[in-house]
């Protein structure tokens, strides 16, 4: 990345926040959460369908074993690695990882202010109360879960992990369509397409991505915000930038996808919030 660019990961499951690396400013935010099987239009989040046995009770979890090796690094040092995680779903929450404490470096750990919460600490470094521990979940007792954010770097087996673990409930599925995408902004029209690339991602609306000849690009001044996702890739965002405004990061194209969104490359996707959107006559809802 270069220097001044906002990275932006498009899921976080802690409180957000900001923190510099290098010349870099990453910043965790909800712009387009991510969704699981207990989140949004997942299937048991609470814009999911409907169920045979009734109303869904909102303290449901559900727990998995979580087969691949993970490792964390911070400082330099592996603080965990792990063949025996586990992964929680709890309903209007995003899945979470746990291992088992012993999998971690044990000579890295401080306790933190409060009880079941460790800091990492390494080569003068430390991250604070980043291990935590979850009570009331009986095939949790002895695991914790680790602060991705908080740690330099992550691998799922030998593979860098990028913004975030992978969600084995999430699919990503992009599909042309001759469906009319008309976008707007004060009744100025900003792009029009007959041939949009149509992303339809679990538990998220559908996103509409227009080819970049079907667009004002002429409207258009790049932003330094980038996101990144897992399962697209870099999110390059764009100001909006009409005669008497400039609406800040409304719209994004994939510039390097990652393979489930390498069809939706040369597009750019607006943000239903931010403009008005017509899908064959029809208002997108924000």
């Known amino acids: 990345m270069h220097r001044g660019v906002t990275v932006v990961f498009l899921r976080a499951w802690h409180t957000p926040k900001s923190r510099r690396v290098g010349g870099t400013v990453r910043s965790a935010s909800r712009m387009e959460a991510i969704m699981s099987l207990m989140v949004g239009g997942g299937p048991f989040g609470p814009g999911g369908g409907q169920f045979s046995f009734g109303p869904i009770p909102d303290n449901l979890w559900y727990v998995e074993d979580w087969p691949r090796r993970m490792r964390a690094v911070f400082a330099g040092e592996t603080v965990l690695d792990s063949r025996r995680g586990k992964l929680l779903h709890e309903r209007g929450a995003f899945p979470a990882h746990y291992y088992p404490m012993a999998e971690l470096r044990a000579d890295l750990l401080v306790p933190a202010d409060e009880p079941g919460r460790w800091s990492v600490t390494a080569r003068g470094r430390s991250a604070h109360g980043a291990v935590t521990a979850r009570n009331g979940v009986a095939p949790l007792d002895g695991y914790v879960t680790v602060d991705h954010g908080a740690m330099d770097r992550w691998f799922e087996e030998d593979d860098p992990v990028y913004a975030h673990p992978r969600d084995p409930y999430h699919r990503v599925d992009v599909r042309a369509s001759s469906r009319h995408v008309v976008v707007r902004h004060n009744s100025e029209v900003i792009a029009g397409s007959r041939r949009p690339k149509l992303v339809f991602e679990t538990g998220i609306p559908v996103?509409?991505?227009?080819?970049?000849?079907?667009?004002?690009?002429?409207?258009?001044?790049?932003?330094?915000?980038?996101?990144?996702?897992?399962?697209?890739?870099?999110?390059?965002?764009?100001?909006?930038?009409?005669?008497?405004?400039?609406?800040?990061?409304?719209?994004?194209?994939?510039?390097?996808?990652?393979?489930?969104?390498?069809?939706?490359?040369q597009h750019i996707c607006f943000y239903p919030d931010k403009v008005d959107i017509e899908v064959d006559g029809e208002p997108v809802k924000a």
């Open 207 to 265: 996103r509409y991505y227009l080819p970049i000849t079907d667009v004002r690009i002429d409207l258009l001044d790049k932003s330094d915000t980038v996101s990144q996702c897992p399962y697209k890739g870099d999110g390059q965002h764009w100001h909006l930038r009409t005669v008497d405004t400039r609406i800040d990061d409304a719209a994004w194209s994939l510039p390097h996808p990652l393979p489930e969104g390498f069809a939706a490359a």
